[in-house]
């Protein structure tokens, strides 16, 4: 049998899973965009352009994901990384157009800053999230959703 205090623990745990998991896959999709922009740039050095292409693309992609799952009714703060996340994808069609290293430099620069924003963010919250004691009622449970 479950004890009030033995629930809550496990809602604790879920909501951690639970945000570890969105924490996770926005890292990791971050990590892909990072990894086909490098690529790109390396094979733009040897002048392969199909591999650019194909590269930039695929981080475009990638993006394009980030920014489908931004929940736009939760204020200025998904707008605001809309419009930063169609920058990156700006960045990302400028190199593959113009076929140039420069653009490509500066999304993965701020790439690298926005990945390593979100894994300090989620990191923070998993800290908090396991120092937080169980609360003793009922009603102080809430559960968290993180939109990014």
Not at 112 to 120: G, K
Request: charged residues 20%.
């Amino acid at each position: 049998m479950h004890t009030p205090s033995t629930h809550y623990a496990s809602a604790y745990r879920q909501v951690d899973v639970e945000t570890a998991s969105q924490g996770k896959l926005i890292v990791m999709l971050f990590n892909g965009a990072i990894q086909r922009a490098e690529q790109a740039q390396r094979q733009m050095q040897k002048n392969r352009f199909e591999g650019v292409h194909n590269n930039l693309i695929r981080a475009q992609e990638i993006i394009g994901e980030l920014r489908g799952a931004l929940n736009m009714s939760m204020g200025d703060i998904p707008k605001n990384l809309d419009r930063i996340y169609e920058y990156f994808q700006y960045l990302l069609i400028q190199a593959n157009i113009r076929k140039e290293t420069a653009p490509i430099a500066e999304c993965i620069r701020l790439m690298s800053t926005m990945r390593d924003t979100w894994q300090e963010a989620f990191e923070a919250i998993a800290r908090e999230t396991f120092s937080t004691p169980a609360p003793s009622s009922q009603h102080a449970a809430p559960r968290i959703n993180i939109t990014g």
